[in-house]
């Protein structure tokens, strides 16, 4: 017979930012090894219960017994299984392992030559009851949490994540026996902290939500709780014509932190407007886990809302409260901000020279003499003021020194831009110390202007160099300074806002930027080629891997028309003639690879060498086409270039058809590779497409 199973965990309070994967992980590990030892059907789908206090899991149409199976342990080989008439003592051991005598066991065919038959043990295993390996499974599922740290508790020996009250393992109406973390399995569980009337008891393992509901106070499904939660805030939101502000990490905490949602609304004094409206927002979202109001406008209003775990009739001791412990937050924050436009940004500059960069490259102050040179020739080269450039790099760090950035780290650069409009400074350099941080992650938004871009790319590529060139370099997954991340905003940077600079060129003069002999010599050629797999990982998202590898087969340092000449080359792919060019382009690269030595200088094609019809042809289509590409590579119409090598496809076929390439006279030979090497150059201005073969 089957029927639902349910586990369930009663805890401490589980940390509230880990409880989804927590969940998942615990209701994924049960259902699988159910599944595997034949309890429940493969397309059974588990229902995933958290909440603060509790991880359960509960899993329809389980078995009490599991069905006879079929067991099968592989062996040793049977080429070792004997030597000289003896069995091998891995034979032996195989055999006593499974209690049969080494002639009693049947061998396994893997191969036609019988290298690879091994000895195998077949039996058919009487079905066990669940009770026999439930147990064992939840405790393998809790040992498999990704669990933030482990402690102990009491007297116990036992470990997990938060002390553990109860345990419960119901099948339909029965208890399953069995102990995990010392604590033998009822049906007995607790509901909300401060609103259930006591100790709750389950009656089967169907009714579990329901019952938790109208005796614990408890919604115990993650996903029902959110999307009330989700629903209220919206609601009342919209009752003031406003929206909510805070994401979806925010919104899964708040989710973690109640078992019996209640969203409330609060207020603060008007007064409290007068500061930036992200100090306010950070600190009402990451101290006290409100969801600040926003008007239409996307401006901070006096109101927020609290999702708070208790239902009372008379919710003003919760609001006030949490506004008085908001008010004295906010309190802060405005003084920081007053206290903080006594001194003006760039008169923090100085203090800098206190602060270390990293020992081996210097202070900040050192950094940002960098940034203001890297910064002020990158805006040249953009054709914007180099003036205004160097001076939003020199004030790009200022408000790190700042009262509100150091109460709040996440608000560096933001500050900075506040303060340097207060202070005057042109609108340029003001919007530069925010947005020089651009982007800061995957999908972010680029810095906008050119001010601000040549600040950020100073910014990145100085990271990059310097932490590149004293050798803490990127390895597995440990890239503790970010390089990845910076790497890749550059790249964004110059891809889609097609910025028209050399990335090698940047590099040079970033490195050319600290003092002789901080960094390694080789440190450009590192970081481009670093660089360059970062692209290839950014663009796979969009394009054929082989047609990157063929637009970069060259190493090109430009990227501000990568996507013209991607877009060119599956123009060209779409081609009747492409394959069979692509082919013999590389029949071209192979012959020259082999016969031309690196740095060898070919001679200039002599149409009097030119002795086989085919090769004369050849000769004559591909000046033919020359013109027509260059005219086409100068308007940057990549797709019109390589469109054209589709009127070279007769004359190639031709030429490999009749001519050999490797003639017995040395200098008709030449002539030949030079009249190849010279259309692999003709073909090839826009991609490789020697790697578009297949």
């Known amino acids: ?5 349910l586990i369930e965990l009663f805890t401490e309070e589980l940390p509230p930012k880990a409880l989804p994967r927590l969940a998942a992980s615990f209701a994924e590990t049960i259902a699988t090894e159910l599944k595997k030892l034949g309890f429940v059907a493969a397309d059974a789908q588990a229902v995933e219960y958290a909440s603060p206090r509790r991880l359960a899991v509960s899993l329809p149409g389980v078995l009490a017994v599991q069905p006879d199976r079929m067991v099968e342990k592989k062996g040793p080989a049977v080429a070792a299984g004997y030597k000289d008439g003896q069995p091998s003592p891995a034979l032996l051991g195989f055999a006593r392992s499974v209690g049969l005598a080494a002639d009693q066991l049947d061998q396994l065919v893997q191969g036609s030559d019988g290298k690879q038959d091994v000895y195998i043990y077949r039996a058919e295993k009487q079905g066990e009851p669940l009770a026999a390996h439930l147990s064992a499974i939840v405790a393998d599922a809790l040992k498999k949490l990704p669990a933030p740290k482990l402690m102990r508790w009491g007297s116990r020996d036992s470990q997990f994540i938060r002390p553990v009250h109860g345990l419960v393992m119901l099948h339909g109406d029965q208890v399953v026996a069995g102990e995990v973390l010392g604590f033998a399995a009822g049906h007995v569980t607790g509901g909300h902290r401060f609103l259930s009337q006591g100790a709750v008891t389950l009656a089967d393992a169907d009714s579990y939500a329901e019952t938790l509901r109208q005796q614990g106070r408890v919604v115990a499904s993650f996903s029902e709780r959110r999307a009330a939660i989700v629903a209220a805030l919206n609601s009342k939101a919209a009752a003031h014509g406003a929206r909510i502000a805070g994401g979806d990490a925010l919104i899964d905490e708040v989710t973690a932190l109640v078992e019996w949602p209640v969203v409330l609304e609060g207020s603060f004094e008007e007064e409290f407007l007068k500061v930036p409206q992200e100090c306010l927002i950070l600190t009402m979202q990451q101290n006290q886990k409100y969801f600040p109001l926003l008007d239409a406008s996307g401006k901070l209003t006096h109101r927020y809302l609290i999702v708070s775990n208790l239902e009372t009739a008379d919710p003003r001791f919760i609001v006030n409260g949490n506004a008085r412990v908001l008010r004295a937050r906010l309190s802060d924050a405005k003084f920081f901000y007053e206290q903080d436009q006594k001194h003006r940004l760039d008169s923090r500059v100085a203090r800098l020279a206190e602060v270390v960069y990293h020992n081996k490259i210097g202070s900040q102050l050192e950094r940002v003499a960098r940034l203001e040179a890297v910064a002020a020739a990158i805006a040249g080269e953009l054709g914007a003021d180099q003036a205004l450039a160097g001076r939003a790099a020199y004030l790009a760090k200022a408000d790190l020194l700042t009262d509100m950035v150091g109460e709040f780290p996440e608000l560096q650069g933001i500050m900075g831009t506040y303060y340097a409009r207060l202070d005057g400074e042109d609108a340029a350099v003001a919007a530069a110390v925010e947005g020089h941080y651009h982007p800061r992650f995957a999908g972010d938004s680029l810095p906008e202007g050119a001010i601000a871009q040549a600040v950020s790319l100073a910014d990145k590529l100085e990271t990059l160099v310097g932490i590149w060139g004293i050798g803490l370099i990127p390895t597995g997954d440990k890239d503790p300074f970010a390089l990845r991340r910076a790497a890749l905003g550059v790249l964004r940077m110059l891809v889609e806002a097609k910025l028209p600079l050399d990335l090698k060129q940047l590099l040079a003069q970033t490195a050319a930027a600290f003092p002789a002999g901080v960094v390694a010599a080789d440190t450009v050629d590192g970081v481009f080629g670093f660089m360059l797999e970062r692209l290839k990982n950014l663009l796979a998202a969009d394009f054929p891997a082989a047609d990157i590898e063929a637009v970069l087969a060259d190493k090109p340092s430009r990227f501000d028309e990568l996507a013209l000449r991607l877009a060119a080359v599956a123009e060209f792919k779409a081609l009747p003639e492409a394959a069979a060019l692509a082919a013999a382009n590389k029949r071209i690269r192979n012959i020259l690879k082999k016969n031309v030595s690196e740095g060898q200088a070919l001679p200039a094609i002599a149409a009097g060498l030119l002795a086989d019809a085919a090769e004369r042809d ?43 390439v490797m003639a017995d006279d040395l200098a008709v030979r030449h002539n030949r590779l030079a009249l190849l090497a010279a259309l692999s150059n003709l073909m090839n201005q826009v991609a490789d497409i020697s790697l578009l073969a297949e």
């Open 1 to 5: 017979m089957s029927s639902t199973l």
């Open 618 to 660: 050849l000769h004559g289509a591909l000046v033919a086409l020359q013109t027509p590409v260059a005219a086409a590579l100068a308007a940057h119409d990549y797709t019109a270039a390589l469109k054209q090598l589709a009127g070279l496809r007769a004359p190639v076929d031709a030429f490999f058809d009749s001519v050999m």
